[in-house]
């Protein structure tokens, strides 16, 4: 049975901080395309307050969650449990994008690993919703280790490739919705 829960207490703070990944869910208003996105690295996601969650946004094929969250900041992030104890954990809310040179970003800082090399920006969710519900579907997995891979990539890419992602597939959704502006900082701009 489902329970809504008033605010991140500290069972459920304990719940996100063991969970290896998490997804993330927007769609446009007018129809268009859901997006549904994996994200890993323990390090990107952060617990704000009790209602505040943020996670650090790295760059990949597309912008879809800042372009659906720039038009509407309709959110929803999921955590699953793959252990014995099964669980899923939604936190419903509204997003904002904070850009990396932003005065927002500064306070948010502290609250991830600012070592990865492919930083595009910080989304922070004011959640109105917490619920959780079984999750007697999911499967029981094993986790091996964090993939290195994103990281490793993005340590290869040059400005030039960062600019041209920029102005290429990541300055507007699928469904043509805007995402990063042309003068989006570049992840070597940002101190580490």
């Known amino acids: 049975m489902a329970k809504v829960f008033p605010h991140l207490d500290d069972a ?21 395309r859901v997006n549904l996105s994996p994200k890993g690295y323990r390090d990107t996601f952060a617990i704000l307050d009790d209602h505040t969650v943020a996670y650090l946004d790295l760059y990949g094929s ?27 954990l939604r936190l419903f809310g509204t997003g904002r994008v904070i850009r990396p040179d932003s005065a ?10 600012l070592q990865h090399p ?24 094993e986790l091996v280790d964090e993939r290195p891979v994103l990281d490793a990539l993005h340590r ?14 990541n300055s507007a959704s699928l469904d043509g919705l805007p995402a990063l502006e042309p003068d989006h900082p570049l992840p070597s701009a940002i101190p580490r």
């Open 104 to 113: 927002e970003f500064e306070p948010l800082r502290p609250h991830f690993g």
């Open 12 to 32: 459920l703070r304990k719940f996100i901080e063991e969970r290896p990944m998490f997804f993330v869910a927007t769609a446009p208003v007018g129809g268009g």
């Open 156 to 169: 290869r890419r040059t400005d030039d490739d960062f600019a041209r992602r920029i102005a290429g597939d």
């Open 62 to 88: 597309g912008a879809e969650t800042i372009a659906h969250v720039r038009e509407n900041g309709r959110i929803t992030i999921m955590f699953c449990s793959f252990t014995r104890t099964s669980k899923i």
């Open 118 to 141: 492919g930083i595009r920006a910080a989304i922070v969710v004011d959640i109105d919703r917490i619920a959780d519900s079984c999750g007697y579907s999911v499967p029981y997995l």
